[in-house]
């Protein structure tokens, strides 16, 4: 592994760690299973996720490996609904079906962010096909707040350690051949866009 992504394998580690325990304390709401695909839309990660995925692409068996070309759908969903590059998946597909704590952002016309006067609000999420027998009153014993995943936590993380990336040699050299359209115009368009890759890009790369 490369220097350059050894900060982001740690934070890996921990993130596993931390819904691995999850799993266990919610196993009797969780449905979650290989096949159930639902979830697995062609959403755009970070560069040092998307240069992540490419190394461990490279060195994998080509049997593998699964793409397809559906609208909406991940490129890496086999024909029956699995992941194909499930050892190497971001973070937004390690903690999907858990339930994730987000906080309520406002903007103003300007599109600068509003500052709350009574402080945070914060909005639970969860996948509609796990939890579906939970009713209001027992919300609190079943999200604890040491029993969701503080996603802005998680997702604050991701982007420091996404900067020290874009800042390695590394992570020069994988954005300049994105930007040469190593990836296609897709990718360089939304890296441009929002300084994400998209998924299918990196299919489409193969």
């Not at 900060?7 to 890996?12: A, C, D, G, L, N």
């Not at 290989?34 to 240069?51: K, M, Q, W, Y």
């Not at 194909?84 to 103003?108: A, F, K, N, V």
Request: hydrophobic content about 35%.
């Amino acid at each position: 592994m490369p220097e350059s992504l050894q900060e982001y394998q740690t934070f890996i580690q921990e993130v596993d760690a931390r819904c691995e325990r999850l799993v266990k304390e919610h196993s009797p709401h969780l449905s979650c299973r290989r096949g159930c695909s639902e979830c697995c839309t062609d959403i755009s990660v970070l560069p040092v996720e998307a240069f992540s995925l490419v190394l461990g692409l490279r060195t994998a068996s080509r049997s593998e490996l699964s793409t397809q070309d559906i609208e909406n759908r991940c490129s890496f969903l086999t024909n029956e609904g699995a992941c194909s590059i499930y050892p190497l998946r971001p973070l937004i597909c390690r903690t999907h079906g858990l339930p994730l704590l987000y906080q309520i952002l406002e903007y103003g016309p300007d599109g600068t962010l509003l500052k709350p006067e009574e402080g945070p609000q914060w909005q639970l999420f969860y996948c509609d096909l796990n939890f579906w027998d939970v009713s209001e009153d027992q919300w609190e014993e079943v999200f604890r707040i040491e029993n969701v995943l503080d996603m802005e936590e998680w997702n604050r993380r991701l982007i420091e350690v996404n900067e020290r990336f874009r800042g390695s040699a590394d992570g020069s050299a994988f954005l300049s051949d994105v930007w040469k359209g190593r990836y296609g115009q897709g990718a360089r368009k939304e890296l441009y866009n929002t300084g994400r890759i998209p998924l299918s890009s990196l299919a489409w790369a193969l």
